[in-house]
């Protein structure tokens, strides 16, 4: 399974970032995977964005629920994020992530039975 992530480098503060992964080598409505966003500001730990379930059930970290949307295209094998409202703050590099199951789908750790996807540098900045 490969993963590959998509997008703008570079958002304005305020403004809506979004992403998209491309999966290639599995099916994004396979039982029982989960489809995660992750991302790593610099100099600070990775954090759980949201996934979408192979159901296409969503889940959103509850701090950021509130600006943060992901959806899928199964025509394309593909799964976005939107996050919008952003601040420097959210400068970071963003991954996207196959999780292994549901339970451990909210976990910000890189698990044995991940794919993550080799990320994408986004500056938030005037």
């Known amino acids: 399974v490969q993963l590959q992530e998509s997008g703008p480098g570079l958002v304005k503060p305020s403004q809506t970032l979004s992403l998209t992964c491309t999966v290639s080598?599995?099916?994004?409505?396979?039982?029982?995977?989960?489809w995660s966003w992750i991302r790593q500001p610099p100099g600070k730990g990775l954090e759980w964005m949201g996934s979408?379930?192979?159901?296409?059930?969503?889940y959103y970290n509850p701090t950021l629920k509130s600006r943060t949307s992901i959806s899928r295209d199964t025509s394309k094998n593909q799964f976005s994020l939107q996050l919008s409202s952003v601040t420097p703050e959210e400068t970071a590099v963003y991954y996207c992530?196959?999780?292994?199951?549901?339970?451990?789908?909210?976990?910000?750790?890189?698990?044995?039975?991940?794919?993550w996807g080799q990320g994408t540098q986004v500056t938030v900045s005037a």
């Open positions: 992530a196959r999780r292994g199951r549901g339970d451990v789908s909210n976990s910000a750790a890189r698990l044995p039975d991940d794919y």
């Open positions: 080598g599995g099916s994004i409505t396979t039982y029982p995977y989960y």
């Open positions: 979408i379930a192979y159901s296409g059930s969503t």
